[in-house]
């Protein structure tokens, strides 16, 4: 940790790999985090809290298996598929919840044209 504190403290030596617009190095631990808080606060004026549990807390859908359908995308116009989905909600990427499901969506823009929960 010391070795890498004094080259990072060496402004010389970074500034052959980095160009700086400014530099502030952190002693603690607890200063990196209220910094960190501080920055997400002010960039989306959401509180650090929801900043952090949205980072935490991930939802994805993905396309199990799929066949084409009759019919057209009514934004694209391109041909529709029935997919069987699977959604997974994941903690700290640990799935806690998932559900299965059908859709009638687009094959070419992806848009899911009708839904069956």
Not at 5 to 23: C, E, H, P, Q, W
Not at 57 to 85: E, N
Request: proline share 3%; hydrophobic share 45%.
């Amino acid at each position: 940790m010391a070795a890498v504190r004094s080259f990072i403290t060496d402004l010389n030596r970074v500034g052959k790999v980095v160009k700086l617009a400014a530099f502030s190095p952190l002693d603690s631990a607890r200063e990196a985090l209220r910094n960190l808080m501080l920055n997400r606060s002010r960039q989306n004026g959401k509180p650090f809290a929801f900043s952090a549990l949205s980072n935490l807390l991930l939802q994805k859908r993905v396309i199990k298996a799929s066949k084409p359908v009759a019919g057209t995308c009514s934004r694209c116009s391109h041909g529709a598929t029935v997919a069987d989905m699977k959604t997974m909600t994941r903690f700290c990427y640990i799935p806690f919840y998932w559900k299965s499901w059908k859709a009638i969506m687009c094959s070419f823009c992806g848009a899911i044209l009708k839904s069956y929960r």
